[in-house]
């Protein structure tokens, strides 16, 4: 485990950590975590829509995410929010759609090149697990692969923290959840 891990809710005083973190390239290939909200259109367009879609996102207070904080730099990326706000997952079939059920999900990961492999996606879930919780969620989702480079988390390190599997999803992930 990593010492001087500090997790917090992304809003817009923390904007300029995460669009550091992110980069030029906009963590994967310009997505800035637009993926699970509108599909494969984030890649269509400009990368900078996908940003400002997200800095709006933040800015006006919507839950979007976790950043972790090792020695205060910006290290990891945590999408975190309710299920209504992913469109594009509910349309493919990951998980429960019943998105009156007051769901959350946790939809993908970025951790900055040096800080992988270094278990940060654990403390990222635990925290996300408690700001669900926190937020009277019910449930708590999850989408990951099974390759070494997901970016959806994976499997084993869900079910370590008490996610059961629930299904199966596209592109080889399992879906899990955990009861709130």
């Known amino acids: 485990m990593m010492m001087g891990v500090k997790i917090m ?30 599909g494969a259109d984030y890649h269509k367009r400009d990368r900078t829509l996908n940003k400002n879609d997200l800095h709006s996102i933040i800015s006006a207070g919507h839950p979007s995410g976790l950043l972790a904080l090792v020695d205060n730099i910006a290290a990891g990326w945590c999408q975190l929010t309710p299920k209504q706000d992913l469109p594009w997952l509910t349309k493919n079939g990951y998980g429960d759609p019943d998105v009156t059920k007051n769901i959350w ?6 951790i900055k090149s040096a800080y992988r492999k270094k278990g940060l996606t654990t403390p990222l879930i635990k925290a996300a697990t408690e700001y669900a919780q926190k937020a009277k969620a019910t449930l708590l989702e999850a989408y990951p692969g099974n390759s070494p480079n997901s970016y959806t988390g994976h499997l084993n390190t869900f079910l370590k923290l008490g996610f059961n599997i629930v299904g199966d999803g596209k592109y080889d992930r399992k879906i899990v959840s955990i009861r709130l």
């Open 9 to 38: 809710p992304v809003t817009d005083a923390l904007w300029p950590q995460l669009e550091q973190l992110f980069g030029k390239s906009g963590a994967c290939n310009g997505c800035w975590c637009m993926y699970w909200r509108i």
């Open 105 to 110: 999900c946790i939809s993908c990961f970025y």
